[in-house]
Structure formats: C-alpha cells, structure tokens
C-alpha cells in the first residue's frame, strides 16, 4: 500500500502534547493568576488527589446520616447483580456471546452459547473469558472494551481492556476456541484508538506512536499496516491527517466474501472524509463532508444528510437517509438511491444490516417505529415492521451473515423486552422482571412553548392519583447535544431511588438532540446553545403552571454535555431549582478545547480561542458566571478521575471556586470508572444511591421512606 498524506506539512509539538497529557506543573504555575483554581487539573497529582478525598469523605459523612441510603444501595446492589437479568446478546458467527456481572463476578465473564441455544432458552453459557480472574493475575481492574472479529467465522478476534474504565484501552490478540491469548498474536498497549483486520496476518492499526502521532483531541492521526511479528515501530504508515483534525481511523467489513477496508477521516466532529482501499491506494468516495456514514450494504453506502444537497438536479432533504454504488462512486458515477425522507414530526434514528435487507429505526414525535429496507432492482422499497408502540425500540445487535438481529423495547413503566427478529418478523426472547412496582404510575406527553415560541416535547411520569398543588417532588432530565435523541426508557434506578418513593420525573426532549432531526441538533448548537437551556427552562415553567410542581421541590440531573447543561441551569435560573445533579460535566468554556478529548467538541460548541465564538460561549460558561453575590442551591458535582474524556478538572475547579464564594455543594469523585463514573456493580450502586438521596433530601418534605422489599 502506499502512504496517503493528506495534511499540510506541518507538526506542532508543543499544543498537541499540551492538549494530550496531563497539564505539567510549569504550566499550570504560568496560569495561576489567571486561573487560581487551575491546579486541581493535575489529574493525579498528590495535592488534588488529596482534595479530592477531602471532598469525597464530607459528601460520605453526609449519605451515611441520611435515613434510607444505605437500604437503597443495598437494593440497586440486588437489582444490578439480579440473576434473572437478560443477558443482552452480540451476534458473532452462529454464537451470541454476552458480558455478565453480578456479586460473584465483579469485572465480568465474557462468555457465549449457540444462538440456537439461546432462542431455546437454554443457560448453558460456555465461559470464554474470566475478567476477574485476569485482573487479578495482572494486578489490574480490567473493564471489557468490546472485540474486534477476524471474518468469517468466530475464531480470532482482537480484544480491548480498559484498565479502570478509561477510553483508553490495550488491545490482545485472541483465540475463542482455545480461550486463550494468542501466542504471537497481536497485542498493543494502552492508547485511543483501535486495530482493524486486513487478513489473519496483517491489521491496519490506529494509535498512539509516540511523539506526534496524536491529534489535538487525543484521537490517532495516522494508520499503520503490520504484518504479523513484526515490530509496531516497523508497521508502515499508510495514511496521515493534519493535527487539527479530530482523528483517522481504520473500518475493515465483511461482505460477500470479500473484506472491504476503509478508512474514515473526521476533520472536525460533524465533518468526514470516507477512502476506499483499491488494489494498493486508499481513494476518496464522494459524498457531502455532513454527512454522516451509517453503514453498508450489498455494496451500497448509506448515508444520512445532515443539511440539504444538492446533486444532479434534485434536492435531498435534510435528515434523509440515502444511499450510492461504491463502485460506481469512485468510477465518477453517482446514482443516488432514497431509503427514508422524514416530516416534521419524524426523524432517522439509526439502522442494522442484515444478509437480505436492512432494519431502519425512525422516530416520530419521540417514539420509535421500523421500517424494514431491501434493494431491488436497484430501488429500496420498505415495509413497516410491527413492533410495541408508545416506548423506545433500541436495535441491539444483528450480522450480514444471516437475516437475525435483536431488538430491545421499554417505556418508562414497561421492563425492557427483548425480540428476536427475522424474514419471519418477531419474537419474545425475554422480558425483565418488574424491578419496582409501576401498577399505579402513568405516562403523559406535553409541549412547552420556548422563548422564541418553540413547541419543546416532554414525558411526565407520575401516580395516577397525583395531587396537583405544586408540591410534587419533580426531577428533571435532559441531554440537549451532538444529535443525540432521549427516549422513554425502563429505568430501575429512577424507578427504585425516585418513582417508587413518591416522585415524578420528567424527560425533556429539548433543541440540541435528534429528535426531529439535523434542524433540531443544529437550533442548539455553536451560537444557538442558549436555546437548549431556554427550551429547559419553558419545560420547568410550564410544568409550574400545570401546579404538578414548583421550584422548592424541581431538581435537573445532567451528564456530560448534559452535566454542562445542568451547571448552567444551575448559574442563569438558579430560582426554578431547589437540586441540580450536574454529572461528569464540562463547565470551564474557556478551557474544555486544551483538556483530553475537547478540542473534538469545537463544531459542537465553537473555539473559545476565536473571540467570534467566545463572545457567545462566554455567556452560558458556568465557571465565569458563577457569581458570588447570587442565592444558588446546594449542588452535587459527580465526576472520576479515571474519566479521559470530560477532564475531571471542570468539576473540581467548580467546586473549589464555589467554597471560596461560600456556597454549599455536594462533590464526590470516583478515583475509578471512566466517563459513566462506575466500573462495577458495586460502584455503579453507591454512585446512583448517592444521587437518589440527594435529591430525595432536597426536594420531598418528609424523610426518604424506605423501599418496599
């Protein structure tokens, strides 16, 4: 193969290893002036570290005193570890295979059975990889990363271990028949990124390679070839991006039997690039950079439009999911083929290939329905599949091998179901147990009106018996980022730390999400990001109006982008709320691009290095709207030091700028986890607990009762 370079010729050193490790200490002394708090952005520094358990032991102190939450982490610790569980299935081969943890197996045994067996019933699990035992051999706490397979067939794969949870993870060579590590096999160290197979003995890998090898958000900016036994340092380099770009990385697909390697280029978060290997070049497939690749089939590249196109005389409409001819498409040839065009109402969600059709998920006015796709004679023509309504369907795994793919179905009082389906249609696998008693518990749908006259869906989950005399103990939750829908789920942990005890919780499908398509992703991003927390804001409003609550018993719950959302609901309308959980959060603006994978986020949220983009992230930057002399309610910042992508730096320096202005907080740090902040079943029901009593001392008027057994 020859190397395909496609960046300028340029390497700057110093911000790359700025952006990608850990602030040094020179660094952070130059900008103590600026950022007297800056310091707590030494991950793992002994000082940090030291505040941070400072912190964590008051917040301790705090749920120990409090009447129920020892009870509800022993109940979240049942309900995690239940036995009776559905072991969710990954198609590979004639196999499903299946991560189970519970008391006994804490990391996790990795394990499979025929998937005939499992349609059966059967419980007859083969045991392909104990996570427990191994970390204990290698004195690790490995978190399973997913498996990469060698096709066809279910022999080799490449397996990825996160030490911790982090996003970084090292990458073994294995064999599934003899459970074993391959000897000779292919094995990388610790690093984003991944391997992809070329043949038995060779892979195209994407990592970090030392100096220069990443880009500014910490992604892989080069793929090499490696040939079995050989050396990573003699791999050759086969394809190069500019540093400011979010990353390169290497897809390898199975079809027909042929495997077809591509590699994906992001230049910016909502921008791509796709190549194509033929003969012994990578070539560019054309297509419009917004579009968003969503998979292959029967060589047809499937793409969904994330803004109008244009192409030989007819308009595709945005948030329409099309499809092209490889081959044809780097002949110069470009016919384009139309799956789903959606209304005003619906949008693309996501789709699943199988060897004779695809499964398309569509949403209309936040619940899902699938279409089933298959190409004749050239065309697409699609059939409705008849599925459970009024909830959210997931599409859990499937192969292009064969036509069998599972689906998962849940509303927020509806355990989750699992389906099997294929040419035939459906079929119940198994349904979860009812994990808390919703026999009384109602689901309604409203509109909020936002400030610029929006209509804003939300889900209201409540007694039936509800009194409305605005003191209903009421949490709140949104996401409102990177296009990314929220649906009406099953939900044990709010069930069990909220509904069950008397609360009402509310989903708000604010601007910023997916859930009417690219329009409403991009009305809530750059410099329209203030209307995701307007949107919010008109949710909270009207659910005061309806008198189902008012601000004394309101709480918002974040994470991530929705841990950013929260820390500004929080700082502009700290009157509306009485508890805000703000989760994993990014909350300094001014600094998310210099800190692990932020620099990526910039087509999310703007350059806060441009004074055009920061004169409008300055605004909603809780960190530099945080005032002293404002009245705020006792919040709860939940992060990890493990997480290596939102740096846990925003959450601490938030806190720490918080207790210099004298106001209260609740602030713990789990030292392991990743970004979700747990590892285990143990540390998942402590986190949730904690947040559920929390909340449960903020808002309900009388002590948190216990959880009937």
Known sequence: MKILKVYPMKF???PLLLTTLFISTQFITSQQEEDPHIWLEDVEGEQPLDWVRAENAQTVEKLEAYPGFEHLREKYVLAFNDKDRIAFPTIVGDYVYNLWQDDVNERGLWR???QSSYLNKSEEWEIVLDLDKLSEEEDKKWVFAGATWLAPGNKYCLLSLSDGGTDENVIREFDAETKQFSKNGFEFKSSKGGASWVDHNKVMVYRNF????LT?????RMVKLMQRGDELENAKTIFETDPEHVGVFGLSYYDAGKTHLFLYRMVTFWESELYYLVGDQFKQVDYPKDAQLQGFHKGQVVMSLQSDWEHDSTNYEL????????NKNLEG??????LYIPDEKSSYVAMSGSKDFITVNIM???QNKLLRYRLEDGAWKGTLLETPTFGSINLMSSSNQTNDHFLLYSNFITPRTLYHADENGINLVKKLKDFFDASELVIDQHFATSSDGTSVPYFVVRHKDIVLNGKNPTLVYAYGGFGVSVQPNYSYTTGLGWLERGGVYVLANIRGGGEYGPAWHQAGRLENKQNCYNDFYAVTEDLINRKISSPEHIGAFGWSNGGLMAGVLYTQRPDLFNAVVIGAPLLDMKRYNKLLAGASWVGEYGDPDKEEDWAFIKKYSPYHNLKKSNVYPEVYFVTSTKDDRVHPGHARKMAAKMKTMGHPYWYYETIEGGHSAASTNKQQAF???SIYSYLSSKLMTEPMPEIKD
Request: zero cysteines; proline letters at 6%; a negative charge.
């Open 333 to 338: 040839q470009y016919d384009v083929n139309m």
């Open 112 to 114: 499979r059975m025929p």
């Open 210 to 213: 030392g100096d220069g090898s």
């Open 364 to 366: 209309e006015d936040v």
């Open 319 to 326: 948030g329409s999911l099309v499809s092209f001819d490889l």
């Open 12 to 14: 700057k050193a110093l």
């Open 687 to 689: 986190v949730m607990a």
């Open 216 to 220: 500014a958000s910490g992604y892989p």
